[in-house]
């Protein structure tokens, strides 16, 4: 999913004094793991270019051609797959485990989407009415173009191929300027395609700086996904707004979970623990806060306390998971603890101490006041908040206030009424007795509400996504009574409006 500490793209792409190489590092060592060109207006105009030219030729190939060149294309990545994989935990330290299962997620949804497009996209017949009877209606989805694509560091793998491999199934090129913190992933996933079209360039990686990406943002493609932090998704929407270029953002957010008195304590505090701990916390769905049922309150706070102190970051096999990948983000997990602490909230595993760059030992705090920056603000780290709440409407009004939830996890019992409840949340996502499952389900759309989202990824809704709908209606026969001509007669008029009266001036 999004992380939550993209940098912000620069607002101009050119100037002075730029890198002409652009370094990835380790960040369980600080060592360089690789250099990359830094490509600038003039570059990011020929790959465009390039773009337009192959994405005729793949738009032409038709559904059927392009599933079995993205499932050949699906087939080497799992082939080479420990590369990419070593890729991934060398540029963000994600233990090799994590690396590997986001691999698979992601090509979980680029198999997904190359054997649903024809029947997500497909011209499909629709009903006419009374008046058009005479008409044979159908509706399609076509290709836009060229898609750009901004990844992030976080989930480097997963996350654009969200955006890539639904752009790529609707008949789209695409250009992919990944994170600058794990430019490697991207040249990976570019190069892999290109050893099976090497002539042919569906899709690109551009490296570089965040004024590269500013000028993809302006390089006129048909549309730009973005996947990044509030300040980021706000750059990228103003500075595709000058050539009115259409976005899909997905906006760092937060993830929260909900006890019910019935709940099963232990399935709730190990997804708690998991949402809030894996890959150190670097993930806006995953669980950021807690809002726990009184009268369990204390059971699930011991449970996720016992779980918690189990854990260990690392850089060694036995971790439980890596360090943090971008520096700034450690300052500001420590402004949200500090400040926890000052507005009231209690430290139950951890503190400040549990700050030791590049890691960050587990932080549960219990009873943080709503207004403290540690619940408002964008949440990235592993740290979990556990609040008790006094009625499950108590929840709702609490997630709904705080306004920056992407998905949440609510574990109960009772199924059968839960719907109703997860109706009243303003988020994209609800996930009943489990946690973040819906990664693992690529039918499933993922999208946010208000300035957490706008468009989606995943499902059916991710490829029309990225794709222009075009409507057809064809003549089959001479109405019998017509009224689109000026000749028409009277009586034709008359009938019209006596069905009319009939069909629907008639309670039903």
Request: glycine share 10%.
């Amino acid at each position: 999913m999004a992380d939550s500490a993209q940098p912000r793209l620069a607002a101009q792409p050119g100037g002075t004094g730029r890198s002409t190489v652009l370094t990835s590092y380790d960040p369980r060592t600080g060592e360089a793991v690789g250099s990359y060109a830094v490509m600038h207006s003039g570059e990011l105009t020929r790959a465009v270019r390039a773009a337009r030219a192959a994405e005729k030729w793949w738009a032409e190939l038709g559904f059927s051609t392009r599933k079995r060149w993205l499932l050949d294309w699906k087939r080497d990545i799992v082939r080479r797959s420990g590369e990419l994989i070593d890729i991934v935990s060398a540029e963000t330290g994600k233990p090799e485990a994590d690396a590997a299962i986001e691999v698979m997620l992601a090509v979980e949804n680029l198999d997904w989407a190359a054997r649903n497009a024809s029947r997500a996209l497909g011209r499909r017949r629709l009903g006419s009415t009374w008046l058009s009877r005479n008409q044979l209606a159908s509706v399609g989805y076509l290709p836009l173009g060229v898609v750009g694509v901004l990844g992030p560091w976080n989930n480097p793998v997963f996350t654009p191929m969200g955006s890539i491999a639904y752009a790529m199934a609707a008949g789209n090129a695409v250009v992919f300027k990944p994170h600058e913190l794990t430019t490697g992933v991207g040249v990976w996933l570019a190069d892999s395609w290109a050893g099976l079209a090497p002539n042919q360039p569906v899709l690109q990686a551009v490296t570089g700086d965040t004024a590269t990406g500013a000028a993809l943002c302006r390089a006129k493609v048909d549309k730009i996904a973005y996947a990044g932090s509030e300040a980021g998704a706000r750059e990228v929407i103003a500075l595709c707004a000058q050539t009115m270029t259409p976005v899909v953002v997905e906006r760092g957010g937060k993830g929260c979970l909900v006890v019910h008195v019935d709940a099963k304590l232990d399935d709730a505090a190990a997804a708690a623990v998991f949402g809030a701990m894996a890959n150190s916390g670097q993930n806006a769905t995953g669980i950021h806060r807690a809002y726990v049922a009184e009268s369990v309150y204390d059971r699930f706070l011991k449970l996720v306390v016992d779980q918690t102190r189990k854990l260990r970051p690392g850089a060694d096999r036995k971790a439980s998971y890596g360090p943090m990948t971008m520096e700034s983000q450690i300052d500001l997990v420590r402004r949200q603890v500090r400040d926890a602490v000052a507005s009231g909230g209690r430290t139950v595993v951890g503190g400040l101490d549990s700050i030791r760059e590049p890691y960050i030992a587990p932080i549960v705090l219990a009873e943080v006041p709503e207004a403290s920056i540690a619940v408002t603000g964008e949440g990235i780290g592993p740290v979990l908040i556990v609040n008790k709440v006094a009625s499950m409407d108590d929840a709702a009004e609490r997630i709904n206030a705080v306004g920056s939830d992407v998905a949440v996890s609510v574990f109960t019992r009772d199924v059968h009424d839960i719907e109703a409840f997860a109706e009243q949340l303003r988020v994209g996502v609800v996930t009943i007795n489990s946690a973040t499952a819906h990664a693992g389900i690529p039918a499933l759309p993922f999208g946010g509400v208000g300035e957490y989202g706008h468009g989606h990824s995943h499902g059916d809704q991710g490829l029309r996504e990225f794709s222009r709908t075009l409507a057809i209606a064809r003549k089959r026969y001479r109405a019998p009574v017509s009224l689109s001509t000026f000749d028409r007669h009277p009586r034709h008029l008359r009938l019209a409006r006596t069905i009319f009266q009939v069909r629907h001036g008639r309670r039903a």
